[in-house]
């Protein structure tokens, strides 16, 4: 493996894609240059906005969490607790850790004390596909927290593989709205509704387990077990194989995307009312979330119990 | 495998894309179907048209000659001698015995007779892509022959497989001006030009092959010896490897395109001039063939002696 780029010392990674190497702590300072490169070039956030951060306990959202924090910015994690088994207790666990090591705000929302219920029952009781319904639920209980804690950002972990497997994904189908709409920052469409950022864009799956791994960041490494066999895992695959031959194929491709193709997509604008049940923005009548939640035999107008600490 | 969907005989083929399974005899029906529709539906040319078939001798040109013959079209064939050993004359004897047992007409150029040399020496000489280079000098014999005997059209055997990779390149690298002008029937831009067609955009290279087997069509089987680790062989490789996963990707990719993903995508449209050297169409002073026979040490004004049987 060759030495650090920057000091010539032990390497800690080697970046194909970027055809360099970095030590452990010329990689952390790589790797904050890159999150504030895209906090900057998609203009985000202002250093003194109060940002939420979408955290499953997981590699990426952890990342992201330690990155903001460590860039200055005032980040507050989230956390839905959504009840499957051990991976929920240990992925909450280690929200509720990095936060008291931090001293940082973490909200917590349970369903299990909210509804009764759990996540893999839900998707069970909706026979619908499970990442789709565990979305739904999760952006619309973060909407309420937004509403509730005042907040006007929310940033999420997406990072380079997620997005690069969207986009393939996208075009794929060649879904012309998704493909307008997909952009590391999306502003708010409503008073009620959050702008929303994805700051680790320009880093790879590969670079936030790094990054976690060299600052001592605990994160649950499984998969969601709802999430096996999904399309973005196929779409993922294929590639990294193409990577593989060709590195910094992701880059091009998606930053390439942001540059230059995505203007030539537009997205039919769409007029936003309020949920016959819930009151919420949606597009329908009655809004998704409240739909999959009777669909569940479920109460939608529960209000959250937003644990703090 | 499961029996012919039209009459539950022995099944000669089964194509988990369209989800269903034929006999030899309502194979050859569907595959002629297949070529039929695409040329109505891209309006590639009438039925009284005189049409020059771009043939190699691979599966791809045989099966796409034998289906226009089969259905009635004035084909012709035209055949590059590349002077490539074994791969050339194997190529060449393929399309002489074809057009010999059809009665076709076969326009042949060989660049030995033409140049004194070979592919293989031209393309070490220009020290480009094989494939590029290759492309180039193909393409600027065969407008030579088109407008020595007089064609309007020239079709090629171009397939589903290989206009889903070169899309997939096209995307990859956000080429917008190719994703433009990917299209399975592309006018004449220029009075010396033909318009180009691709038949059997509507079918893979298994129903190609498979084709020529159940025709008794004989095809050189072997890949060219310049085109080894060519990226289009990646793309090829990874989509099939969704396909596998989930049959009709292909299909959806493409058509997709067609349908509603190219028309986001415009040409800026190109003044062509006159070449310098040759006088034909280009864009540039000197046009590409003349610039790259010039790098070979080769004379770009030779006329070309086409030999027909």
Known sequence: MRRCIKCKGEPAIDLKSNNTAFCKEHFIEYF???????????NMFSSDERILVAVSGGKDSMALWDALLSLGYNADGLHVDLGIGEYSTGSRRICENFAASRGARLYILSLEDMYGTNMREIVRRTRRVSCSVCGTVKRYL??????QKGYRVVATGHNLDDETAALLGNLFGWQEGYLARQYPHLPSTHARLPAKVKPLV???ELETETYCRLKGIDFLADDCPLARGATSLAYKELINSLEE???GTKQRFLFGFWDRGRRNFTDTPV????CSLCGQPTTAGTCLFCRLMQKAGLDPLIQPQVQEM
Chains 1, 2 share one sequence.
Do not use: D, H, S, T
């Open 245 to 247: 031959k060709m590195p």
């Open 202 to 204: 320009r880093l790879g």
């Open 271 to 274: 007029e936003l009312k309020e």
């Open 142 to 147: 973060m909407n309420l927290v937004v509403q």
């Open 32 to 42: 904050l240059r890159q999150v504030a490169r895209a906090i900057k070039k998609y």
